[in-house]
């Protein structure tokens, strides 16, 4: 036995080896077809949660109303200008903002056509509306006193559904703000009963891709009792913009998530950004001014200041049987209206704002200039 010790010995260790390796190769083998298959598992899992949005993609990217992903982070433009900024804002002609006469007549007629039309709303950004009567944004001032009728035509130039909400009217707005196809016109009629300052706009669904595309204005209806006679009365309509690019090389268009996060690029005063800085309201030493505001949004309110004075008057909510003296500022809600009166003793520049600074960042500020004074204005 001791003869042959080793060979059996090693014989035996042979074998046991063999068995050894055969273990730890059936082991990677099986180790191995486990990672696969967990490796093919993961694929086919990825490959079908990117597959269901693909699926939806195609509705998503032809509608920017219709589209309900509004993941963060979402592109800012805010601020976005050409080089030539300056020369571009000093050349825009601003919206003119004074207040148009009363017509004379009992029925005052008002016929706005809608158009499709490409529009600037800062220096060199470009924008695709939905404006009525080619004004871009906002649309005509309409001015009535207390008691008269307005009789509205809306024209659809343009491509899709549009309509037209007056905020003075009692009325029911099944039938009178109703869609009017492309290429129709329809007219109703409203008796302006109740004095102030009322936002107008689109009332088609999406309301808020209708208002967000520029379809808005103001309706001021004067009440019958005179108010405090003033020198100078402007309107002021606040909105905001939610641009899908800076809009520089190619007009932008609307980008519905911005809109649904209330993240606007430029916020303004009658449609265009910082345009009353560059050209600015006037009024002379002693004069009393009298703004009428209405705030479009589509979402975002404004907060009525005049920086270097006090609102001697303010119709808060365009409630006008009634006004405050010696406010600061006066919250204007989306889709309402307020009127203010400044009393401005001396010359100087008046920077009027939303006092929700970022507002003023984006754009929605202005100037009443007071005189002829020296220098500039530092806010
Ligand atoms: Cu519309």
Redesign the pocket.
Known sequence: MSAHPYPSHRRETNAEALTKAAAVLLGLLVGTLAIVAVLMWADARQARDQAAPAAAAPATQQNHATDHNTALPLSSFAGVVPTNAQALAEAHKAYDAAMPPIPATDVVKVHMT?KDMTVQIAPGVRYTT?AFDGHGAPGPIVHVREGQTVEMTLTNG?A????IDFHAARIAPNVAFRDVMPGQSFTFKFKANDPGVFMYH?G?KPVLA?IA?G?YGAIVVEPKQALPKVDNEYVLVASEWYLDSDGIDKPASLNMAKARAMAPDWTTFNGYANQYVTHPLTAKPGQTTRFWVVAAGPTLDTNFHVVGTILDRAWVNGDMTRFQRRVQTVGVPAGGGAVFDVKIDKSGLYPFVSHAFAHVDLGQVGLLKVGNPKGTMSH
Do not use: D, V
């Open positions: 809608l939905w343009g899709i559904p549009h309509s689109c088609t209708h595309n379809m």
